[in-house]
C-alpha cells in the first residue's frame, strides 16, 4: 500500500504523525511525507521519504505578515487566537501555499491514503480532488465548531479552483478521524462519525533507569520545568526557576536549542538546567510538571499520570491547558497571573494534595487504553 503524509512543516506537527507513519513503514507499507522544508531532516531521520510541498513556515507567518499591519494576533483574548489564526495563517495562506505541491505529489505517488494534520487544509482539498481516501490526524484537541466553519469559508475559493463545493468543515472528516487526545480532555471525539483513536504517545517505560541529570537529587520530589522545544524566553524561565528556589524539591529545567544554560546564572544545588532531556526518560521520575500545556507535553505527563502547573503560551495551549485543569489534574495560570510567588503557590498546591495525581492517574489509564499505532496502521489500512 502506499500512504502520503501532509503536514505543517514544524515539529509541532510532523512529530505526532511520526508514530503512524513509522507503523506504516514497518508493514512494508510505500511511505512519504510532503511539507515544507523545516522538517526535511527530521523525516529522513526516521527512514521516511520526502517530497516537498510548500516553502518553510517562516514564509507562511511573512504571508500573513503583509497582509495586516500590526502584528498579527495582537491584543486577541486567548479564546480567540484560534478562531483567528487557523483560517487566516493555516487556511487561507499555507493551503494556497502547499496546494499545488501536493498536488503533484499525489499525481506522482497516487497513494492508496492520504493522511493530513489538523490544519493542512490542502490534505483534505487533494483528497476529493484526486479521488484519495483521506485520513485526518490530529495534533491535540479537534477544533472547535467555529474554528472548522470559519476555516471552510476562507478555503472555500480554493475548492472552488478545483471544480469543488467546500465542504462546511473544510472537508477535514470526511474520512477517518484520528484522534489523540483522551476521551476526557476531547468530549467532542464521542460523537465524532468514523473515529479512530491512537495513543498519542509510547507507554511508560517499565523501571525506567534513573537518568544522569537527577544524580545528586535522591530522596527529593522532582519538579520538572519546561516550555516546549522553541521555547526562548530567558526572563520567564528567570521568574519560574527564582519561584521555586529554596523549596525541598529537586529541579530539573530544560530551556530548550535557543537558551544557554549559562545565560540563567549560577543555580542552588537542587536545581539543573538543561537545553534537553529526553522527556520519556525524565517522567517517570517526576512528582510534578511545570509546562506550556502544548500537546505533546501535556499528553506525555499525563500518560505518565502526573499532575502539573500549566502555563499556557499560544496556539491551542490555552484549551489543552484549561481541559487539563478542568480534569482535575492540574492548575493552571494564564500569563497574566504568572509570577514566582503564584508559580510558587501552584506548585506547593499541587504536591500536597493528592487528588491532583490521581486524577491525573485516571487521564493515564484512559491513554493507556488506547490503541497504539501498528493496530492503527493495521485498521486504517484494512478500511482504505
Known amino acids: 500500500m502506499r500512504v502520503l503524509f501532509a503536514c505543517v512543516p514544524q515539529t509541532g506537527h510532523i512529530t505526532p504523525l511520526l508514530p503512524l507513519a513509522g507503523a506504516f513503514r514497518r508493514r512494508g507499507d510505500e511511505v512519504v511525507v510532503a511539507s515544507g522544508p523545516d522538517v526535511t531532516g527530521t523525516v529522513?531521520?526516521?527512514?521516511?521519504?520526502?517530497?516537498?510541498?510548500?516553502?518553510?513556515?517562516?514564509?507562511?507567518?511573512?504571508?500573513?505578515?503583509?497582509?495586516?499591519?500590526?502584528?498579527?494576533?495582537?491584543?486577541?483574548?486567548a479564546d480567540r487566537i484560534e478562531r483567528y489564526f487557523v483560517p487566516r495563517l493555516f487556511g487561507e495562506v499555507g493551503a494556497a501555499l502547499m496546494l499545488d505541491d501536493l498536488l503533484a505529489a499525489a499525481r506522482e505517488t497516487r497513494p492508496d491514503l492520504l493522511v493530513f494534520d489538523s490544519v493542512t487544509f490542502a490534505g483534505p482539498m487533494v483528497a476529493a480532488s484526486e479521488g484519495i481516501p483521506g485520513v485526518f490526524h490530529a495534533v491535540g484537541l479537534l477544533h472547535h465548531p467555529d474554528v472548522v466553519e470559519l476555516s471552510a469559508d476562507a478555503v472555500s475559493p480554493m475548492w472552488r479552483e478545483l471544480g469543488l463545493d467546500a465542504p462546511r468543515d473544510a472537508g477535514l472528516h470526511a474520512g477517518r478521524t484520528v484522534a489523540i487526545a483522551p476521551p476526557t480532555l476531547d468530549p467532542a471525539t464521542v460523537a465524532m462519525p468514523r473515529l479512530q483513536p491512537l495513543r498519542p504517545v509510547p507507554l511508560p517505560l517499565d523501571d525506567a533507569p534513573r537518568p544522569a541529570v537527577l544524580e545528586g537529587l535522591a530522596g527529593l520530589p522532582i519538579v520538572y520545568v519546561t516550555l516546549g522545544t522553541f521555547s526562548n524566553n530567558v526572563d520567564l524561565f528567570r521568574m519560574l526557576l527564582e519561584g521555586l528556589r529554596g523549596l525541598?524539591?529537586?529541579?530539573?529545567?530544560?530551556?530548550?536549542?535557543?537558551?544557554?544554560?549559562?545565560?540563567?546564572?549560577?543555580?542552588?544545588?537542587?536545581?539543573?538546567?538543561?537545553?534537553?532531556?529526553?522527556?520519556a526518560e525524565l517522567l517517570p521520575h517526576c512528582a510534578l510538571v511545570v509546562h506550556h500545556a502544548g500537546a505533546g507535553t501535556a499528553f506525555g505527563v499525563l500518560a505518565h499520570g502526573r499532575p502539573s502547573v500549566v502555563l499556557p503560551q499560544s496556539a491551542d495551549n490555552f484549551v489543552i491547558g484549561q481541559r487539563v485543569a478542568d480534569a482535575g489534574a492540574a492548575v493552571s495560570l494564564m500569563p497574566g497571573q504568572v509570577a514566582s510567588d503564584t508559580v510558587r503557590e501552584a506548585v506547593e498546591k499541587v504536591l500536597a494534595d493528592d487528588s491532583f495525581r490521581h486524577h491525573a492517574e485516571r487521564l493515564a489509564g484512559e491513554i493507556a487504553a488506547m490503541p497504539g499505532p501498528d493496530e492503527v496502521a493495521a485498521l486504517l489500512a484494512e478500511r482504505a
Do not use: C, K, Y
Open 248 to 279: 525541598p524539591v529537586g529541579v530539573v529545567a530544560t530551556v530548550g536549542r535557543d537558551i544557554d544554560p549559562a545565560q540563567l546564572g549560577p543555580m542552588p544545588e537542587n536545581v539543573r538546567v538543561e537545553r534537553f532531556v529526553p522527556q
Open 44 to 77: 529522513t531521520g526516521h527512514g521516511l521519504a520526502f517530497r516537498r510541498a510548500g516553502p518553510a513556515f517562516d514564509a507562511w507567518f511573512g504571508g500573513l505578515l503583509a497582509r495586516t499591519r500590526g502584528q498579527p494576533g495582537d491584543g486577541l483574548p
